[in-house]
């Protein structure tokens, strides 16, 4: 076995876990239906939906005398255990909706790279002269081979242990190497935005501009802050209020419009609210008329209320002030 001697934390029964939150301030009104939550969603997984209500503690280094602000275990006067359900309910349907518009997303990009690539040779995928040199024979940070030697052993992976029935035909009936428009279909989003990073500079802007973006520096961004997205949407990660480990350029006159919102506003970048309108924005280019800006804006007005003293908002997505003008379709492009 194991050693664990040194996590001091043993399982605790859902009846028990209720209880020590109990103990630590939060109030619950119906213990049953609080069991059956911590049952079906899980202690840790609720636990980031409830961080944001405990308390702060304010300490002091004996060494350096610095003051700092510490989280502590007990929770804010007021904290029931719904506001945490709550806002894990709000999240449930936020990755619902982004999943929506991620898959759009995808789909197209895949067409654009494929189309282009393509053109230049149906197997261009395969060969490092289809791309910038600068960028693909960047050194990998994990397997120090170039960008391009990784990206490929990726490509390889993604093929081998595709399922999809018209992998195996093609193989079966062509060959082991199949055309980018064939391939680019097992590959996933990071892949494809591993790829776009990759492609020659008048490449890469083209389908930038295609998309309404006015450099291809921005556009990559987005993409690579996207791909960081799906994966949280993938795996049920929470996003509302994410510290975003990917997140775009500084907005620019490369931007939309919208993007003046949050210029000078640094703090904003790492927040999910700025890639949720880039979301909107490419939805609003490849599908005109969808309705997914309006059910994520109707969605974003019915963030919940809490009975706690310490209230949550949007504006804790990181939404900058007035964000609701420019939101709807078509609007602030």
Same mark, same amino acid.
């Given at each position: 076995?194991?050693?664990?001697?040194?996590?001091?934390?043993?399982?605790?029964?859902?009846?028990?876990?209720?209880?020590?939150?109990?103990?630590?301030?939060?109030?619950?009104?119906?213990?049953?239906?609080?069991?059956?939550?911590?049952?079906?969603?899980?202690?840790?997984?609720?636990?980031?939906?409830?961080?944001?209500?405990?308390? *702060?503690?304010?300490?002091?280094?004996?060494?350096?005398?610095?003051?700092?602000?510490?989280?502590?275990?007990?929770?804010?006067? +007021?904290?029931?255990?719904?506001?945490?359900?709550?806002?894990?309910?709000?999240?449930?349907?936020?990755?619902?909706?982004?999943?929506?518009?991620?898959?759009?997303?995808?789909?197209?990009?895949?067409?654009?790279?494929?189309?282009?690539?393509?053109?230049?040779?149906? *197997?261009?995928?395969?060969?490092?002269?289809?791309?910038?040199?600068? *960028?693909?024979?960047? @050194?990998?940070? @994990?397997?120090?081979?170039?960008?391009?030697?990784?990206?490929?052993?990726?490509?390889?992976?993604?093929?081998?242990?595709?399922?999809?029935?018209?992998?195996?035909?093609?193989?079966?009936?062509?060959?082991?190497?199949?055309?980018?428009?064939?391939?680019?279909?097992?590959?996933?989003?990071?892949?494809?935005?591993?790829?776009?990073?990759?492609?020659?500079?008048?490449?890469?802007?083209?389908?930038?501009?295609?998309?309404?973006?006015?450099?291809?520096?921005?556009?990559?961004?987005?993409?690579?802050?996207?791909?960081?997205?799906?994966?949280?949407?993938?795996?049920?990660?929470?996003?509302?209020?994410?510290?975003?480990?990917?997140?775009?350029?500084?907005?620019?006159?490369?931007?939309?419009?919208? +993007?003046?919102?949050?210029? +000078?506003?640094?703090?904003?970048?790492?927040?999910?609210?700025?890639?949720?309108?880039?979301?909107?924005?490419?939805?609003?280019?490849?599908?005109?008329?969808?309705?997914?800006?309006?059910?994520?804006?109707?969605?974003?007005?019915?963030?919940? @209320?809490?009975?706690?003293?310490?209230?949550?908002?949007?504006?804790?997505? +990181?939404?900058?002030?007035?964000?609701?003008?420019?939101?709807?379709?078509?609007?602030?492009?």
């Amino acid at each position: 076995m194991n050693d664990t001697n040194s996590y001091g934390r043993p399982w605790k029964a859902f009846e028990e876990q209720l209880e020590l939150l109990k103990a630590r301030g939060m109030s619950v009104s119906d213990d049953a239906w609080a069991a059956a939550w911590l049952q079906r969603a899980g202690y840790y997984r609720l636990s980031a939906y409830w961080y944001p209500f405990r308390v *702060f503690r304010h300490e002091q280094d004996a060494a350096t005398g610095m003051m700092s602000s510490v989280r502590t275990d007990d929770f804010v006067a +007021g904290t029931t255990f719904s506001d945490a359900v709550d806002l894990y309910l709000f999240d449930r349907k936020l990755r619902v909706l982004l999943a929506d518009a991620l898959e759009r997303i995808e789909v197209s990009l895949r067409v654009e790279v494929a189309y282009r690539l393509g053109k230049i040779d149906t *197997f261009a995928h395969l060969y490092e002269d289809s791309f910038h040199p600068t *960028f693909r024979e960047r @050194r990998d940070a @994990r397997s120090g081979t170039s960008v391009f030697a990784a990206w490929q052993q990726k490509h390889q992976g993604l093929v081998q242990r595709s399922k999809e029935d018209f992998v195996k035909h093609y193989r079966q009936k062509h060959g082991p190497d199949m055309p980018i428009w064939v391939a680019i279909e097992v590959w996933d989003f990071g892949a494809v935005s591993q790829l776009l990073a990759m492609m020659k500079m008048p490449d890469q802007q083209a389908i930038a501009e295609r998309y309404g973006i006015a450099d291809w520096k921005a556009f990559a961004s987005w993409v690579r802050a996207l791909s960081y997205l799906r994966n949280l949407v993938a795996h049920h990660s929470r996003v509302w209020n994410r510290n975003m480990v990917s997140y775009p350029m500084p907005p620019s006159t490369a931007w939309p419009t919208w +993007g003046k919102a949050f210029e +000078g506003e640094r703090s904003l970048l790492t927040k999910p609210f700025i890639q949720l309108a880039m979301v909107r924005h490419l939805v609003n280019v490849i599908c005109p008329g969808s309705q997914w800006p309006e059910r994520m804006a109707a969605h974003l007005a019915q963030f919940p @209320r809490q009975a706690s003293k310490r209230q949550l908002s949007v504006s804790d997505m +990181g939404a900058p002030d007035g964000w609701e003008q420019w939101w709807p379709p078509g609007s602030g492009q």
